[in-house]
């Protein structure tokens, strides 16, 4: 069970109005009814509307219930509901209301129920479908190569190449073609120029040259290694399902820490990326999800916190991206003394290189150092061995958070830049962001 | 092969009008060979990548402890909405002295946008310079992005007017009400 206190509410809300929102609730007295046992907490909070909302907690995983009409999870009832929790402003030994033991009974059945049996899928019409994807995909890639090659025939100086319109245009179509990823990365592209960087040419002739690489790799998709080729596959937007990746995947059971989170907003997608770091085993793992803007991502895994379990990662030359099977514990906080993150920058690269030798694909690792420092631009270790922070990194907001002290810090390396995932200070985990 | 500045400028230019790939790269079309070049070049260089080292290491120089308890954030969040209200903005006077009084700083996560709020509006630097904290004021000191926020004369502090709800005129409703929401969100401080 988590523990609950404020820090780690904030890690549970995606968006700083709800969290303010929740808290001026939590404030204002809004509540009544409160109280809470082993299992839940519930509340009535006082709305716009003739009745109070219901609100209901699942302490085990922090999932939140309320009656109000919002689309956002947790709404803002619930968050200052589990903020008056986190100050132990909630009484509890009462018995839950009905709306609560109800919400949380069919939660259970939800958990423990089999699955009904599906209808076998239709053999035929499923190889119909993957046919066609995968006629969309190659029409795709080939449309991808001649784009590429038509940009460094005409040259990045070309005035085009600096206006965003000039590369939603083909990130529009790599989407038609169900490229999902290849679509974002293209996106993101129309912003290089415009961050203010020297070197945007380079950044820019860089993803290119992956980018065509992985064309070049699709061509040839047959005769790569087995799991190079999932790798490949994975890049351009081919996703395994979950029970795909249970049964072909290699299980590991260990103690999890969780040390990162990166939520990037893609028009109405939210992505998110958590990282693990495992105990027993030393080894990294990536769960990605995602999730509309307005609902909230399935599962909570508070940062700073660890727990027991297993995960399974996806087939890949380089395995890094996994999904938990089961998780056998509560969550604990991670006594700051026990954080073990990598010692220099050095390892970092190292770690990146070996990464990138047997999957040239792969986009980042995680990257912690546990003694970091800051400067404007610069990530330093402590023999001063310095990395550049990543555009939008708020160098000042580091400054003023680490203070002139060394800080466990942790991120993404993606070969040219450091992108942090957040910071271990005394007073808990913080992401990155002023507030 | 070239090397990566070389790739650059030859992308940056375009291959319109180059000569056709010799050697190893004779099968291409000058396009295809400049890709090809271009994506192995670089994860060369990603993977080889060699981390720059400080001259010396920087001496540590931690930020003093705290004396005075942070205010919430909700706080902090009136501020910002004084200052983007342009007919509001008189009321951070009343602001600051209320944290003065309260004997609040500002939390480390919120210090960036008060200083840049204190940066940008000098007239309100009496009433904000004092719920910095020290780890504002270390901010001060090492960072030259605050270095006009150095100077002696602004921390000269002389004594502090009183709230003046009473000076707002009484025809200005719209500030009065903004001031009494804000006095109201304030009163947990």
């Known amino acids: ?38 299992r839940s907490a519930w509340g009535l909070a006082k709305g716009s509307g003739k009745s109070p909302y219901q609100v209901s907690i699942d302490l085990n995983d922090a999932a939140t219930k309320c009656s109000c009409p919002s689309r956002k999870f947790p709404c803002k009832h619930a968050v200052g509901l589990m903020l008056l929790l986190a100050r132990d402003n909630v009484p509890t030994g009462a018995t839950p209301p009905t709306w609560t033991s109800t919400w949380l009974d069919g939660r259970e059945r939800k958990r423990e129920s089999t699955p009904a049996p599906t209808k076998a899928p239709d053999a035929a019409a499923q190889a119909k479908r993957e046919a066609a994807r995968l006629a969309k995909v190659t029409d795709g890639v080939g449309e991808l190569r001649l784009f590429l090659e038509d ?40 912003g290089a120029p415009f961050q203010k960087k020297a070197n945007w040419a380079g950044l820019v002739a860089d993803e290119v040259g992956r980018l065509y690489a992985l064309t070049e790799a699709y061509q040839r998709l047959d005769t790569l290694p087995e799991l190079l080729a999932y790798d490949v596959r994975a890049a351009l937007g081919f996703n395994l399902k979950q029970e ?30 958590m990282w693990l770091y495992g105990e027993q085993t030393g080894q990294y793992a990536l769960i990605l999800d995602f999730a509309h803007r307005s609902r909230p991502f399935d599962a909570v895994y508070p940062p700073a916190h660890w727990f027991s379990g297993e ?114 200070t005394a007073e808990g985990w913080l992401p990155l962001g002023d507030a | 092969m070239n090397t990566w500045a070389e790739l650059i400028d030859q992308v940056m230019l375009g291959t319109q009008g180059a000569a056709s790939p010799s050697g190893e790269w004779a099968s291409h079309t000058p396009e295809q060979a400049l890709l090809k070049q271009i994506a192995l070049a670089g994860a060369a260089r990603r993977g080889g990548y060699v981390a720059p080292a400080v001259r010396s290491l920087p001496e540590l120089n931690p930020a003093p402890p705290e004396v005075l308890p942070a205010c919430s954030v909700i706080a902090v969040d009136w501020l ?77 502090m002389e004594e502090m007017p009183e709230l003046k709800a009473a000076e707002i005129a009484e025809d200005n409703k719209l500030l009065i009400d903004l001031r009494k929401q804000m006095m109201e969100g304030l009163a947990h401080e």
């Open chain 1, 1 to 38: 069970m988590p523990t609950w206190n404020e820090t780690f509410v904030q890690t549970l809300v995606t968006d700083s109005g709800t969290m303010r929102d929740g808290e001026k609730l939590a404030r204002s007295g809004a509540y009544s009814g409160t109280g809470c046992d082993a």
């Open chain 1, 151 to 190: 940009l460094v025939r005409q040259g990045l100086s070309h005035p085009a190449v600096k206006s965003y319109g000039f590369w939603d245009r083909i990130a529009a179509r790599m989407v038609d073609s169900q490229m999902q990823p290849i679509g974002r990365r293209l996106r993101a592209l129309g």
């Open chain 1, 244 to 273: 795909d990746v249970l049964a072909l995947g290699t299980s590991v059971a260990d103690r999890w820490q969780v040390l990162g989170v990166q939520i990037e907003q893609v028009e109405q997608l939210q992505e998110r990326r």
């Open chain 1, 311 to 424: 995960i399974v990662y996806y087939p890949s030359a380089y395995p890094q991206r996994a999904v938990v099977k089961s998780i056998d514990s509560g969550y604990t906080p991670i006594p700051y003394s026990s954080l073990n993150l990598s010692g220099t920058v050095e390892d970092i690269l190292n770690g990146y290189a070996d990464a990138l030798a047997v999957n040239p694909f792969v986009q980042y690792v995680p990257a912690g150092l546990q003694d970091g420092w800051v400067t404007r631009s610069d990530l330093i270790d402590n023999v001063g061995k310095q990395l550049p922070l990543a555009h939008g990194a708020q160098p000042q907001w580091l400054n003023a958070v680490m203070g002139g002290s060394r800080l466990p810090i942790f991120g993404e390396w993606d070969g040219s830049a450091f992108l942090v995932a957040g910071l271990f």
């Open chain 2, 80 to 156: 910002r909405k004084m200052e983007r209200t342009s007919y509001a903005r008189e009321l951070i006077r009343d602001w600051g002295i209320f944290m003065i009084g309260r004997r609040k700083r500002v939390p480390h996560t919120s210090l960036p946008s008060v200083l840049g709020i204190i940066n940008k509006h000098e007239q309100w630097i009496p009433y904000l310079l004092p719920v910095i904290g020290e780890r504002g004021r270390w901010m001060i000191e090492n960072s030259e992005g605050y270095a006009e926020l150095r100077k002696p004369e602004l921390w000269s």
